[in-house]
């Protein structure tokens, strides 16, 4: 696999591991093999643990003593934990701008808000999406936070998104609901907008997993 310019080894190695389990290539139980990563690729095996050790991190992988590292358990518990989790964290953003607008980051809102209204194609609403909440993220949490919502999005990959043809229909609702909490100073309108959109965004994921065959032979618990 050739290497893409401008993207640290470590996050390929992460987005590499991911689509994998998305893809059901690895499943629960797993070992990962360091060497294939590495050759696949065409990194040396540096990249490759520090990728490893980020996900082990966000719970995707699990060491074992002497035995190596294995994929977790991922079915549609999992799933869902995860998104909840990531709605959670985003939505503490939320509603702190909520509490507190500035003329700026309204602004700045209002101005994203309009370009996801006018990007319906999935890969430019993603972009337009990341730059929504990345005005809130960057304003209203502390390093701690956006550490939080960045390790949170493990199972949220950019990739899929960018494919998803209803994203524009079905997760426009929700940043527009968004946008109009923090407007009118509501924390609480702001929090559910979040943990609606992330709902959802499990609720599609879920789908699609097991269009592709990823969870039917995983229990949920």
Known sequence: MPKKYGIKEKDLVVNHIVDLVLAGELRSGD????????????????????GIDQLEQQGMLA????RGVFVSRFDEAVVREQHELHG???AIASARAAANPTPRVLAELDAALRVLRDNEAP????????AFRRIIVEEYAGPPLQAAISAARVFMPRGFWGSYAKDHAEFLPS???????????????ARSACMRRAELQAQVVLAELNTRGVLSDVPSS
Do not use: K
């Open 123 to 130: 890969a430019a609403f993603q972009d337009a999406a990341y």
């Open 175 to 189: 940043y527009e609901a968004e946008a109009a909490a923090i407007h009118q100073r509501d924390p609480e309108a």
């Open 88 to 90: 959670t964290l985003n």
């Open 31 to 50: 070992r990962i093999n360091r060497d294939a990563i590495a050759t696949s690729l065409g990194v040396s095996r540096l990249p490759v643990q520090q």
């Open 63 to 66: 060491s074992r003593y002497h």
